[in-house]
């Protein structure tokens, strides 16, 4: 596979195949930040042709954002520039925003705290062109996820081999691109089923808990209860400032990531030939577990390395020093390494449910040896400062509600 780096991005370069989706930046009340980003895309290489940007913008009270977006200047193609008249609030900005597949066909959105990696067109381009007709994509993520936010833990994906994606039933809202049929297919299901997704089951907690002001909960809930995918990058294309906004009172390094800095030529993987697919709590698709490690081909469980999942009944694959059907060493990371190169110890089994206690998988013991196993613990100090700037978030969130 070659990865060879390229100064521009040439007709040559770019497939006869891949579509030139639309851009559209979403933007509400942070020049600076919308700032930042355009200045990422006017740095990025695109092919030749008519690359068409949409800036939209919510109605905030400022015109600032409004006289940045009307002044940037963009020789690539069209630019047309939406000042909602009146506030929409952001799940429904992004729906609006959605809904422009209707008129453009395929659509890349970015919201203004994101930073685009050089290439993040071109990816973008050939993903979609390569995915277009699989029923199981629901969409392409330009950002690669390094952090199950559920268990607040970091998330490295395994190695599928050539492929430069990895499958997960998570969808993307740090960089995203969608088709008129992924569009379409979610709004369907929105129309049919509406905003209560208590009775779906699989969801994660937190993501329950999100408010309602997310649309992001409400495509998670379609992809999961129809059993469709996000394709995510190895590379990340884009990457995330955290500043203060809708979801972030104080501003956050945390979804930081490394973006691609060099052009290469993207391979990507059929769903049913990857072994790197994931489900809404990030974890490991059995299937794979079952391919790879000969002894749990002959098992029906369910993966909880995580300890995320409300697990009732049944076999699962979770941390327990419990003796189980299988027992293996934590130890590798990411922890499925272990089970996958049958890495003999305790730490992970495939065990019944019922011999499992589902709190000691909270219990703070479980919950520091975890910490001390992805992590170096802190210093006295750096845990000071840290819990000082977690009173204050909470105090924050308290005076916004």
């Known amino acids: 596979m070659s990865r060879q780096g390229h100064s521009s991005l040439n007709d040559m370069d770019f497939p006869m195949t891949a579509k030139r989706p639309t851009i559209v930046v979403i933007g509400y009340n942070r020049p600076k930040s919308l700032q930042r980003l355009l200045t990422s895309l006017s740095k990025a290489h695109y092919p030749s042709g008519d690359i068409r940007l949409v800036i939209s913008l919510d109605n905030s009270g400022t015109l600032e954002p409004l006289r940045l977006a009307e002044a940037y200047d963009w020789p690539h193609g069209e630019k047309r520039v939406i000042h909602r008249k009146q506030r929409l609030g952001l799940r429904n900005h992004v729906l609006a925003c959605g809904d422009l597949t209707e008129e453009y066909g395929d659509v890349l959105v ?36 390094q952090f199950n936010q559920t268990a607040n833990l970091p998330f490295t994906p395994i190695d599928d081999g050539n492929s430069d994606v990895y499958f997960m039933q998570l969808a993307a809202s740090w960089g995203q691109a969608w088709s008129r049929r992924h569009w379409q297919g979610f709004r369907e299901w929105l129309a049919s089923n509406g905003t209560d997704i208590s009775r779906i089951e699989d969801i994660p907690g937190d993501i329950r808990s999100w408010p309602e002001s997310s649309w992001l ?21 884009t990457t995330n400032f955290g500043d203060p906004g809708q979801h972030f009172y104080i501003a956050s390094s945390r979804f930081q990531v490394a973006i691609q800095q060099q052009r290469i030529d993207y391979q ?17 698709s059995p299937q794979t577990l079952k391919k790879l490690n000969p002894k749990l081909a002959g098992h029906d469980f369910r993966v909880n390395l995580f300890g995320c999942k409300d697990c009732r009944s049944g076999l699962q694959l979770t941390r327990t020093d419990k003796p189980g059907l299988h027992s293996f060493s934590l130890s590798m990371k990411p922890m499925e390494l272990s089970v996958l190169h049958d890495v003999a110890g305790q730490g992970i089994a495939l065990i019944d449910t019922a011999e499992v206690d589902s709190a000691s998988l909270r219990a703070p013991r479980t919950q520091y040896d975890t910490f001390r196993f992805f992590y170096k613990f802190p210093s006295v100090p750096v845990i000071c400062v840290g819990f000082f700037e977690r009173v204050q978030m909470l105090l924050k969130s308290a005076r916004s509600s």
């Open 268 to 284: 990507f993987a059929y769903f049913d030939d990857s072994l790197a697919r994931y489900d809404a709590f990030c974890e490991l």
């Open 110 to 145: 970015l919201e203004d705290d994101l930073f685009v990696s050089p290439y993040f067109y071109e990816y973008t381009a050939r993903a979609l062109a390569f995915y277009a007709d699989d029923p199981r994509v629901a969409g392409i993520s330009l950002y690669s996820q």
């Open 217 to 237: 909960k409400l495509y998670n809930a379609w992809i999961i209860s129809s059993d469709r995918y996000f394709v995510y990058p190895y590379r990340s294309l």
